[in-house]
């Protein structure tokens, strides 16, 4: 059974950076497409982020272009996310999810992923 857990959310002041980290268990990393959700509040589930299983292959969001860099290290089975410029508006819980398959045009779709991490909060505020 694949396990994904999420670290280093946190609090955050406008503009600033933070580096999540999702450490993938019970499978090789490179078999999966892997794919950053968040959820804030009162919203739905939105995609921000996805690579494939060979870390060639990325999309984002709009809210997520030129802010957000999404990569994956398969010999330590992470993934990462890069978020620089962070806003008040970026406050959400952080998923990682991981999918067998890969579909770039789909891979913001949450509906996608079999397997899920529990979360990490980020919140920015000054």
């Known amino acids: 059974q694949l396990q994904l857990v999420e670290s280093g959310g946190g609090l955050v002041q406008p503009g600033g950076s933070l580096r999540l980290s999702c450490v993938v268990s019970?499978?090789?990393?490179?078999?999966?497409?892997i794919g950053w959700f968040r959820q804030a509040p009162g919203k739905e589930r939105e995609g921000v982020a996805c690579?494939?299983?060979?870390?060639?292959?990325?999309n984002y969001a709009n809210s997520a272009k030129g802010r957000f860099t999404v990569s994956r290290d398969s010999a330590k089975n992470t993934m990462y996310l890069q978020m620089d410029g962070l806003t008040p508006e970026d406050t959400a819980i952080y998923y990682c999810?991981?999918?067998?398959?890969?579909?770039?045009?789909?891979?913001?779709?949450?509906?996608?992923?079999?397997?899920w991490g529990q979360g990490t909060q980020v919140t920015v505020s000054s």
């Open positions: 999810a991981a999918d067998l398959g890969w579909l770039r045009s789909m891979c913001l779709s949450s509906t996608r992923y079999d397997y």
């Open positions: 019970g499978s090789p990393l490179n078999h999966y497409s």
């Open positions: 690579i494939d299983p060979y870390g060639s292959t990325t």
